[in-house]
């Protein structure tokens, strides 16, 4: 009974979930000019004028630019934290891995307020650099703690083996540790990507016109005229977004299969 208590629980909870999408995602494929049911018929022009469309075009290929931007520099100053706190080479590691989890915590209009400060001082604001460190600064707790989990799963003792062989402390890290911390290393960078696809508050206060996303087209769109449009780029946003997170399941499950053979 409380088996199937449970997975009751589960199938319901999976439906409250799934209950915006499903209902939003079919009007990405009307054939009219409203967000309404019934459609009057099946049609790609909305993905169309995705493709068409100037400022829908700029904004894709903006998303695109600043997200991988800041994924690589996300995931080497992730990587760079997680190694430090993992081999305490800071004073008072537990604080310390608490301030990289601020940002995961702290109200996206106060963090956005103290970054449109930051850079407004460094001259980097309404600048793709200024919008792929606002990016970055809320992607690195992704990676801080995908790595993080990803080293501690590494048996220090195949490293203290590869040392004793003669491989110096850069050999080891490049040939052992690296391989090994490889799959958090993914998995980092598939949330940090989908992090920096979906965030509109920080965007708002640091990007400036030229820099518009397609997360922040899509509130710009809602705020002006609601379009069957919106609905087309939300379908993209879901397909990229369930796509990296298979992708990080993949390489999780790899990650699980290959532990008990280390």
Do not use: K
């Given at each position: ?32 000019i409203f967000l309404n049911y019934p459609m009057p018929s099946v049609s790609l022009r909305w993905f169309d004028e995705l493709a068409s469309a100037e400022v829908w075009r700029l904004a ?176 993209l946003l879901i397909l990229g977004t369930l796509l990296l997170a298979g992708l990080a399941g993949l390489m999780n499950r790899r990650r699980r299969v290959q532990r008990p053979s280390a």
């Amino acid at each position: 009974m409380l088996r199937g208590a449970q997975a009751l629980f589960g199938t319901l909870a999976v439906i409250f979930l799934l209950a915006p999408l499903v209902a939003i995602l079919p009007l990405a494929f009307t054939s009219g000019i409203f967000l309404n049911y019934p459609m009057p018929s099946v049609s790609l022009r909305w993905f169309d004028e995705l493709a068409s469309a100037e400022v829908w075009r700029l904004a894709i290929v903006n998303s695109l630019v600043i997200g991988l931007g800041a994924t690589v520099l996300s995931v080497v100053l992730g990587t760079l934290a997680a190694l430090g706190l993992r081999n305490n080479l800071m004073p008072f590691p537990n604080v310390i891995r608490t301030f990289f989890l601020l940002p995961m915590v702290v109200p996206a209009v106060v963090l956005g307020v103290g970054l449109q400060i930051s850079l407004s001082r460094l001259g980097l604001t309404s600048s793709y650099a200024g919008v792929i460190l606002a990016h970055t600064v809320l992607c690195v707790p992704f990676v801080v703690v995908s790595v993080s989990t990803a080293l501690q799963g590494i048996d220090r003792r195949v490293e203290r083996a590869a040392a004793s062989l003669g491989a110096s402390p850069a050999t080891v890290f490049r040939r052992v540790t690296l391989p090994l911390a490889m799959p958090g290393m993914v998995t980092g960078a598939v949330f940090a990507f989908a992090t920096s696809l979906d965030e509109v508050v920080l965007t708002l206060f640091v990007a400036g016109p030229n820099q518009r996303t397609l997360a922040r087209q899509m509130f710009s769109s809602i705020r002006e005229n609601i379009s069957p449009a919106i609905a087309a780029a939300a379908f993209l946003l879901i397909l990229g977004t369930l796509l990296l997170a298979g992708l990080a399941g993949l390489m999780n499950r790899r990650r699980r299969v290959q532990r008990p053979s280390a």
